[in-house]
């Protein structure tokens, strides 16, 4: 069982920017398919951006150009940059881990863009 604990969000204004973390427990983390999605009020889990084994990145169109996905193995420890938010960037994060068949998410973590 891999635990994932996520830091970073909390209330920012519009144009600003946050810096998530999520630090894995395991000791094969370099291995991982890790990335970020958000969950708003009312709608479905959807995906932010993912970084492989060897870093190369995927995001959501929604996000290009403003978030950055990044790793640092000798850490154990996913990032997403986020820059430039708009109050459509408002949801709960999740950090996700994913290896071969097995899959772990950590608890989320808030963060809500606004005036």
């Known amino acids: 069982q891999v635990q994932l604990v996520e830091s970073g969000g909390g209330l920012v204004q519009p144009g600003g920017s946050l810096r998530l973390s999520c630090t894995a427990s395991?000791?094969?983390?370099?291995?991982?398919?890790m990335g970020w999605y958000r969950q708003a009020p009312g709608r479905q889990r959807e995906l932010v951006a993912t970084?492989?084994?060897?870093?190369?990145?995927n995001s959501a169109d929604s996000v290009k150009g403003r978030f950055t996905i990044s790793r640092d193995n000798a850490k154990k420890t996913v990032y997403l940059q986020m820059n430039s938010l708009q109050p459509e960037d408002t949801a709960v994060y999740y950090c996700n881990a994913g290896i071969a068949t097995k899959n772990y998410w950590g608890q989320g973590t808030q963060v809500t863009v606004s005036s």
């Open positions: 395991t000791s094969i983390f370099s291995l991982y398919v």
């Open positions: 970084i492989t084994s060897g870093s190369s990145t």
